[in-house]
Nanobody, 127 residues
Framework: QVQVVESGGGLVQAGGSLRLSCAASGRTYSSYATGWFRQAPGKEREFVAAISWSSGDTRYAASVKDRFTISRDEAKDTVYLEMNSLKPEDTAVYYC????????????????????WGQGTQVTVDS
């Protein structure tokens, strides 16, 4: 059974940086798309970034583009989200999600396109 576990959240001052990790286990195939989503209190879950496994294509929400970078380490089966220039409005629980993608090229931006989710990691940006 495929599982993903997030780590790396915490409290940071505005303008600071954090790196989140999404470690996968139980995968039978090597071609998965992985995305990051976030949910702030009282708000709906929103897309942050996604990466395809084989092609390495990426997609970002407009609100994080040029500040966040998604990457993958195939050997470790881990996806990272490097977050720079953090703002108080980035405060949220960040979730990693993954889905089998035979094409190896997809970067889904909708939560319903993913079928495996982690428990989330809290990111708090203090002004």
């Amino acid at each position: 059974q495929v599982q993903v576990v997030e780590s790396g959240g915490g409290l940071v001052q505005a303008g600071g940086s954090l790196r989140l990790s999404c470690a996968a286990s139980g995968r039978t195939y090597s071609s998965y798309a992985t995305g990051w989503f976030r949910q702030a209190p009282g708000k709906e879950r929103e897309f942050v970034a996604a990466i395809s496994w084989s092609s390495g294509d990426t997609r970002y929400a407009a609100s994080v583009k040029d500040r966040f970078t998604i990457s993958r380490d195939e050997a470790k089966d881990t996806v990272y989200l490097e977050m720079n220039s953090l703002k108080p409005e980035d405060t949220a629980v960040y979730y990693c999600a993954t889905v089998f993608d035979p094409s190896g090229r997809l970067t889904p931006a909708n939560s319903y396109e993913y079928d495996v989710w982690g428990q989330g990691t809290q990111v708090t940006v203090d002004s």
